[in-house]
């Protein structure tokens, strides 16, 4: 009787027993959703992962307490045992997540259903992994108060996992942070099925623990100890910018965990397309002529904003000014971050204040390459812009008028200027 | 490790918290016995049991089944070793013929047609689910899976507990009779004595984590004797007999049961001034009980 035989039998059994966990997770999201009440929905968000990180638990504690017939009786190698007891659980943990964030999405109509997809079984796996390491070390009743934790970490962490489902795809530190959490799970149960760390419970479960704690929390550390908040720690990647007549795109390509986020250009008049590697915090601003993209950059703990030009048919890249900025990523991201006048030599763009939590609004003379501060300090929400020749109306808070060529702003008379 | 035992322990130990529940055992148990493994509850039986499986890690000391480390080559000893626990906990969905083709994958040496005769001697409906069995029945399911394989070895943790006595009665020699037949190791423990004597034939007593006994069945009942005394006048102590396990007295009658009984322990009983001494053989049970009493005495 050979190994494959042992492997189909496992997971055969893992199947048949999960079945039941499955389909009842799927009924949450069905019924919550499909009522479309706002506590129905809240109820469905919790119900469906706390049954999935309650399984985990019940799951991982029968195993580490080898109470089960399989593990006590049965000549089960560590491979075998490992697949039955973690991995196949936690696809389908990943799967029930992948459905519940499509049936979620779908019947909300939020209109991002892939990307919910994605982010939805990311955060099953991860807690899947989590719960499943804590219950294996401990008991299942840490295990539950963590997956207590997790289930409200996901509502309030990065107020985006199922709150916001228009930021949720993009936020880069929540993805990091559930990829890493779901390795530390997987890690961490790994060690329960290395035979040769299974001589000393205490060190297995020490090793155990110190993984997941680690490898999930460990790149936080230095959060103690920094003094202000790093820039980048809600930073978004970019997100798609089209030209007025939508026939010029930017946008991300393929997001990969790891690597930097690849940046698409696409002229659709001439069906020409680049692509380029941009560190995270790169943000498109607009564009400018002979396909030039402008963008704008914050590097963590930088107290810089830069502006770079991106000459799409030579794939150049350079500097073209640096704005003095205060430490925290750029804002406003969501609503506006900045805009390129029609002739692509002017840049008008938000950023966070030096002098106080305010926007300072700046422009740029792309072919000079000199800047002025318009307004310092001001509230945010100066996110219209219109362009007439030499001059511009920025609108959101008091209008603006911009004198383009000496580069000032006064506060717009309309009033004055109807009498005239 | 000897290779002609078939579990071996030396300085076995296991600790929870301060609990000591197996204190420094020295088991050995030779092949193609029926050993009897026998001690009250929280004796240590079970976590003997459970520490040759690998399915509870060990304070300190050696163990070893078939000549191999209890830890180190735990995958190999459970393909080579049947393994009935008590209250068996199997999986409640699976019907008889799933869980006996789930557990057939995992053993080179599972006999098809042997399974189907234990199947049909036992009496196991195929179709059933075992959520829905007796636990009579379920005892003969895993006592199906523990043997189908032809284990070398087959270890029954309380094999009977919970059973009706004639299931327990039919359960028992049936075990024994399939398995001794072919000159394998029955290692079994129960706290029901009277139950052990008709079929194993070498006895180890367990009490308190440490070893009190372990010798054949006939060795120990030549061994442990009772002697009935008759006094002529009230009678005296009965310090001067050798190891004396328990003393009765009722009117010029003392009984009184030793171990490593031999012509020395009848001069001695006779030195008292005694008017008549006979020995009497002792069953199992009052053999147990005289051996696990005299401990809770000292």
Known sequence: ?420 | METSLAIQTHDLTKRFGRHVAVDGLELSVPRGSVFAFLGRNGAGKTTTIRILLDALNRTRGEACVLGLDCVKDSLEIKKRVGYVAEAQRMYDWMKVDEIIWFCKGFYPTWDDSFAAELKKKLDLPGNKKLGEMSRGMQAKVALLLAMAHRPELLILDEPTAGLDVVVRRDFLEGVIEMIHEEERTVFFSSHLVHEVERVADWVGIIDRGKLIWCSTLEEMKASVKRLVLNFESPPASVASVPDVLTVETSGRQSAITVKNFSERSLAAARSLGVSEVSVEDMSLEDIFVALVGEREES
């Not at chain 1, 991860?126 to 997956?147: E, K, N």
């Not at chain 1, 329960?192 to 704690?213: D, E, N």
């Not at chain 1, 900045?338 to 792309?366: A, K």
Request: glycine content about 8%.
């Open chain 1, 1 to 420: 009787m050979g190994s494959t035989s042992i492997w189909g039998r496992v997971i055969w059994k893992e199947f048949r027993e999960s079945i039941l966990i499955g389909l009842l997770c799927l009924v949450f999201p069905i019924v919550g959703f499909s009522m479309k009440t706002s506590t129905s929905v809240v109820l469905a968000g919790m119900a469906t992962p706390a049954a999935i990180f309650i399984w985990a638990a019940a799951k991982a504690n029968v195993r580490s307490s080898r109470r089960e017939f399989e593990t006590t009786h049965l000549p089960l190698p560590a491979a075998p045992e490992w697949v039955a007891s973690f991995v196949f659980p936690a696809i389908v943990a990943a799967a029930v997540g992948a459905c519940y964030g499509y049936w979620g999405s779908a019947l909300g109509n939020s209109g991002h259903a892939g990307a919910l997809t994605l982010v939805a079984m990311r955060y099953f796996l991860a807690g899947f992994g989590t719960i499943y390491v804590i219950s294996t070390v401990f008991t299942v009743w840490p295990a539950t108060v963590v997956s207590l934790g997790w289930l409200f970490f996901a509502a309030y962490m990065t107020d985006s996992l199922f709150k916001n489902p228009h930021a949720s795809p993009s936020n880069l530190h929540a993805i990091i942070f559930l990829h890493r959490a779901a390795i530390a799970g997987a890690l961490g149960s790994v060690v329960f099925s290395i035979p040769l760390l299974k001589g000393s419970l205490r060190v297995r479960q020490v090793t155990a623990l110190l993984l997941v704690a680690g490898i999930t929390f460990g790149p936080y550390v230095k959060l103690i100890w920094s003094p202000e908040p790093a820039s980048d720690l809600y930073s978004r990647i970019p997100a798609e910018k089209s030209s007025q007549d939508r026939s010029l795109t930017v946008k991300p390509a393929e997001l990969t965990w790891g690597s930097e986020p690849l940046l698409s250009y696409t002229d659709y008049r001439s069906s020409f397309s680049r692509e380029r590697e941009f560190p995270w915090e790169t943000r498109p601003i607009g564009f400018g002529r002979r396909g030039t993209v402008y963008l704008a950059q914050q590097r963590p703990h930088e107290k810089e904003v830069t502006i770079l030009a991106w000459d799409t048919s030579t794939d150049h890249v350079e500097d073209v000014v640096r704005l003095r900025a205060g430490r925290k990523a750029l804002r406003g991201f969501w609503e506006w971050s900045g805009t390129v006048s029609p002739d692509g030599h002017y840049v008008l763009i938000g950023t966070n204040s030096q002098l106080g939590e305010g926007t300072d609004l700046w422009m740029v003379d792309t072919a000079r390459k000199t800047s002025a501060v318009l307004l310092a300090n001001a509230p945010s929400g100066y996110d219209e812009v219109e362009w007439f020749g030499d001059k511009a109306i920025v609108g959101g808070g008091k209008a603006l008028e911009v004198d383009l060529k000496e580069m000032k702003a006064s506060v717009a008379d309309f009033a004055l200027a109807k009498e005239k």
